[in-house]
């Protein structure tokens, strides 16, 4: 073990003395999260979106058959008696949708949402149906808050929608007292979920903005997308210190000396590892402070999602290691994986923006993974428990790569 | 007194190439022992057998009564290992990579500190311990490759041509520095393809060529191999044709003639003898003689009777 930590510590020493590897893994982050978060939405401060204003449009005049639940009145009424709603914003019920979405553009509104014309009617039909969420993209943080309430709000009533149709119709449905149709929801969102059946609600955000072509959620998003991603080049410069150190045979002279190979593997993995947590550690109260990023509220599993994350990284040193011969050769399987993993990862764009099917391929990225448990505690809150399936995943993934790349290790 | 090296019909094979060829020498205690052989005879080969480093295809090696093959830790506690080519960390400092190296090896505390200190002392390079490796030259990066092997001092030293490709003054500072460890008690085993270093160094020698020991014993006996002979070296304005040296070969008095380049190298019990008649030969034959020197017969004149070739091509 003492033999093991020396390694560490003499590889630790190596890594920080390599300014071109520091430059990779801290300064190119930190300048690509100011960039492009600062592109796609300003460094405004979010508490003084305290009591901004926020506006609804129900367009939506009910369904023709008047036994059809109005959904656009449901989601109104639903925005406006909600308590983290009134605690955040100061909501205002509009007519003309036109307007609100040039006061959105100017700022003069933080957010709106909109609900079209025929929005029940078009439910009742079973036809797909979009709300139109609009944000001022130089608030984030609350316009996110924002977005998801819509959203939680809209699929409760989707559900309840789809009761009122289902189950509703034979009943009474309009004429029924409320405590009866609070039972029969509560039933039939039971039965909804065990069926599956629930054909949610689309809704579509917009950053009221010119040049916000791409849907994307500014510096929130890239502090965890790029920082998620330049965790794995620590891999490269992994594999660079197990090629570089058979290169100048140093790692042939240890071997000779009374250490293990475990030891000295080990080693070299641990320090893989501690500098990751390091640039982590960095790059997270950079963010935090000079951008103002918000990581969620529980630092004990963002970190542990980033060990866990580092985990696959260490792994994945071993593996390119193996893969390499050379410097060169590692450098080129390394920047070919991250972007590859980046790309699946939902590092780039918001994972969401691919078709539904074709989402579950970054389960085959480092960062798809990593991106999932942060963003899940980022956006929902999530505590340690709940990102469980990415912390085993992104294990499970270290000790497989790990195992091809040992199995190939050269050391001489 | 004991052998603490026993190497023991020692074979290595890469594919079809036979490396290390049924090798067979041992090292008594306290001895410089010398394996001298040309490019690609097989010394590293053999000593990275002898630390562990690869395993032998047939054979072992014994290491102060352990095997290499069964109880490689043991062995390793026991050698300090001076690579051929220079192994540090680059942009570390010299006391740095010393530091870790004798951790490496065990040491800790004052001990190691202590290794440090009279490691770079012996190296000469005290007064730049805090530079880093990268700003050394060639010559200062060897003397810390070698200092990096005997700071927990090792029984036994192999050192793996450590004075290759420096300038004349860093080789005689190294020669002198294993002179003195030597004389401190520790055991060397000393690969090079210098006679003149194994001639200087060592007490006994083995000759190796295409991974087969052709020749073992002191530096005296070795000479003895080409018997009482003198050995006349004819320098030529260009290397001789096969002919002509069949030519000289074939002079009454000649034991042996071999070229080198634009040297031929003759054997003869009686050199003063023989020089009229080769310059003679040489001259009919349309070689221009630009010098000649008779010598005492050396490693290299014993090498090149052994094999008919220089150490150095
Ligand atoms: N890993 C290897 N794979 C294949 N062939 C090898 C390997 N290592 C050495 N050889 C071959 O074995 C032979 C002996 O090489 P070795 O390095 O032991 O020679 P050497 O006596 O140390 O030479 P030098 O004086 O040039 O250092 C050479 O022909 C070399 O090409
Ligand atoms: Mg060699």
Redesign the pocket.
């Given at each position: 073990m003492p033999k093991l930590l020396t390694v560490t510590r003499k590889d630790l020493r190596v890594l920080l003395r390599d300014a071109a590897a520091l430059g990779v893994l801290l300064g190119m982050p930190m300048v690509l999260i100011f960039i492009l978060g600062s592109a796609l939405g300003g460094l405004g401060g979010e508490g003084g979106d305290i009591g901004a204003p926020v506006a609804i449009v129900n367009l939506d005049t009910g369904a023709r058959d008047s036994s059809v639940t109005d959904v656009g009145a449901e989601i109104t009424s639903g925005l406006i008696d909600n308590e983290t709603v009134a605690g955040i914003f100061d909501i205002q019920e509009r007519d003309d949708a036109t307007e609100v979405r040039g006061e959105v553009e100017r700022g003069e509104l933080l957010a709106a949402v909109v609900i079209p014309a025929g929005f029940s009617q078009s439910i009742a039909d079973g036809d797909a149906v979009t709300l139109e969420v609009l944000k001022d993209p130089g608030s984030e943080l609350s316009a996110n808050i924002w977005e998801s309430i819509v959203r939680g709000i809209a699929a409760d009533i989707s559900r309840v929608s789809i009761i009122a149709q289902t189950a509703g119709e034979s009943a009474a449905g309009a004429g029924l007292p409320p405590e009866l149709v609070g039972a029969t929801v509560g039933m039939a969102v039971e039965r909804a979920t065990a069926q599956d059946a629930v054909s949610p609600i689309t809704v579509e955000q917009r950053n009221q903005t010119a040049e916000a072509t791409v849907d994307i959620e500014g510096m929130d998003f890239y502090a965890l997308s790029m920082t998620s991603m330049f965790l794995v080049f620590g891999a490269m410069f992994g594999a660079f210190g197990f090629i570089t150190e058979r290169r100048d045979r140093t790692l042939s002279r240890l071997l000779t000396t009374p250490t293990s190979r475990a030891a000295v593997i080990g080693g070299k993995m641990l320090a893989i590892w501690i500098l990751g947590m390091l640039q982590f550690t960095i790059l997270y109260v950079f963010t935090r402070f000079s951008f103002g990023v918000e990581w969620g509220g529980d630092p004990l599993a963002t970190f542990t999602v980033a060990g866990a994350q580092l985990i696959a990284v260490t792994g994945l040193a071993v593996l390119i290691a193996a893969l390499a011969k050379t410097e060169r050769g590692a450098g080129g399987y390394g920047s070919l994986i991250v972007q590859l993993m980046a790309l699946i990862g939902g590092v780039f764009f918001p994972i969401t923006i691919l078709p539904e099917w074709l989402q579950p391929i970054r389960y085959a990225s480092i960062m798809g993974w990593g991106l999932e448990g942060m963003s899940d505690i980022q956006i929902h809150g999530a505590g340690l428990a709940e990102v469980i399936s990415p912390i085993l995943a992104l294990t499970v993934m270290g000790v497989v790569f790990f195992a091809f790349g040992i199995w190939r290790l050269r050391t001489e | 007194m004991a052998d603490i090296v026993t190497v023991e019909g020692l074979v290595k094979r890469?594919?079809d190439?036979t490396?290390?060829d049924h090798v067979e020498f041992s090292i008594a205690e306290g001895e410089i022992f010398g394996l001298l052989?040309?490019?690609?005879?097989?010394?590293?080969?053999?000593i990275?057998i002898m630390s562990g480093l690869l395993d032998a295809t047939e054979g072992d090696v014994v290491v102060d009564g352990n095997s290499v093959s069964k109880k490689p830790g043991a062995v390793k506690r026991v050698l300090g290992v001076v690579p051929?080519e220079i192994a540090l960390y680059e942009t570390l400092s010299a006391r740095e990579n010393l530091t870790f190296w004798g951790k490496m090896y065990g040491l800790g505390g004052k001990d190691l500190s202590e290794a440090v200190d009279r490691a770079l002392e012996l190296a000469g390079l005290a007064d730049r311990a805090k530079e880093r490796i990268e700003k050394y030259s060639g010559g200062m990066k060897r003397r810390i490759n070698i200092a990096a092997g005997i700071l927990h001092t090792p029984r036994v030293l192999l050192m793996?041509?450590p004075t290759v490709g420096i300038d004349p003054q860093s080789r005689n500072h190294i020669l002198e520095q294993v002179k003195k460890l030597n004389a401190e008690g520790m055991t060397v085993l000393y690969?090079s393809?210098y006679m003149e270093e194994v001639e200087f160094l060592c007490d006994r020698v083995a000759i190796?060529d295409h991974?087969k020991v052709i020749a073992t014993g002191t530096i005296d006996e070795l000479r003895a191999m080409i018997g009482d002979a003198d050995v006349v070296a004819v320098e030529l304005d260009e290397p001789p044709a096969p002919e002509t040296v069949e030519l000289v070969a074939a002079i009454p008095g000649v034991s042996q003639a071999d070229a080198v380049e634009s040297t031929l190298q003759v054997l003869s019990a009686d050199g003063g003898a023989v020089l009229a008649p080769v310059v003679a030969a040489l001259g009919r034959a349309g070689a221009h003689v630009r010098g000649v020197e008779v010598t005492e017969p050396n490693l290299e004149s014993v090498f090149l009777h052994l094999t008919g070739k220089s150490l150095r091509d």
């Open positions: - | 890469f594919g190439l490396a290390v052989g040309p490019n690609g005879a097989g010394k590293t080969t053999a990275s051929q793996d041509e690969t393809h190796i991974g």
